[in-house]
């Protein structure tokens, strides 16, 4: 099944500063999803995008996608020190039997230093 | 107060034993699943269930079962058969099935299992 793959891997930025985290996939998509997990929790879902939108925004998120490209981005402005946590994309997939699954890439660790 | 609860947070394994980890949720969504995380990685899918009595595999279901008797409740068992079942493991809720692409899931805090 197809991955999104979150790059870099690790990001480590101080507080006030805007992060910036990719996502590729390998084939189209109606929509693309993000999530946050602060450490030792469940994942949050941020925002959904999807494919006739190229860029959408969500408080200080902001999401664009690239189907030509076959990449998204998110982007977090004006970071705090409670924005530290792992950020996932997600894509779904047909899993057969009429239904869909949604694949997790292995995301960034982002770090806010304050 | 509503939502997805795991119990245990901290669930430890011996050898040749079988383990049930517990999910609940109340907010009457027809769709679970489970999902295993290995350190640095994804989520991996275990298995899913779209409606009561009803659920299919995942990616990595095998030393995995599962039971769909209510609709609040989706209870994951790792069997001895499962070799390497060090891991955190995540329930997740959608409201409908996920017979569309566009089913935003809810997560419960989850289950780390450890092998003594």
């Known amino acids: 099944s197809q991955q999104g793959e979150e790059d870099p891997q690790a990001l480590s930025i101080q507080e006030g500063e805007n992060a910036t985290m990719n996502c590729s996939y390998k084939t189209s998509i109606n929509n693309l999803q993000w999530y946050r997990q602060n450490s030792g929790r469940g994942l949050v879902h941020l925002i959904l995008i999807r494919s006739n939108e190229r860029e959408k925004h969500s408080g200080r998120l902001r999401v664009t996608l690239d189907t030509s490209k076959k990449s998204s981005s998110l982007l977090i402005t004006a970071s705090r020190a409670a924005d530290t946590a792992s950020y996932f994309c997600?894509?779904?997939?047909?899993?057969?039997?009429?239904?869909?699954?949604?694949?997790f890439g292995k995301g960034t660790k982002l770090s806010v230093i304050p | 107060d509503g939502g997805i609860t795991q119990s245990p947070k901290y669930l430890f394994r011996k050898e040749g034993q079988n383990v049930t980890l517990s999910c609940e949720q109340n907010?009457?969504?027809?769709?679970m699943y489970w999902y295993r995380q290995d350190p640095g990685q994804g989520l991996r899918l275990i298995y899913y269930?779209?409606?009561?009595?009803?659920?299919q595999k995942g990616d990595i279901a095998e030393g995995y079962s599962v039971s769909r008797e209510k609709k609040e409740s989706f209870p994951l068992t790792v069997t001895s058969a499962q070799k390497n079942p060090t891991a955190f493991y995540l329930c997740?809720?959608?409201?409908?099935?996920?017979?569309?692409?566009?089913?935003?899931?809810?997560f419960g805090p989850g289950t780390r299992l450890l092998v003594l």
């Open positions: 269930s779209q409606i009561v009595n009803d659920f």
């Open positions: 997600a894509t779904p997939s047909y899993s057969g039997a009429g239904s869909y699954q949604l694949t």
């Open positions: 997740a809720s959608s409201k409908r099935s996920p017979t569309t692409d566009w089913e935003t899931q809810y």
């Open positions: 907010l009457n969504h027809d769709a």
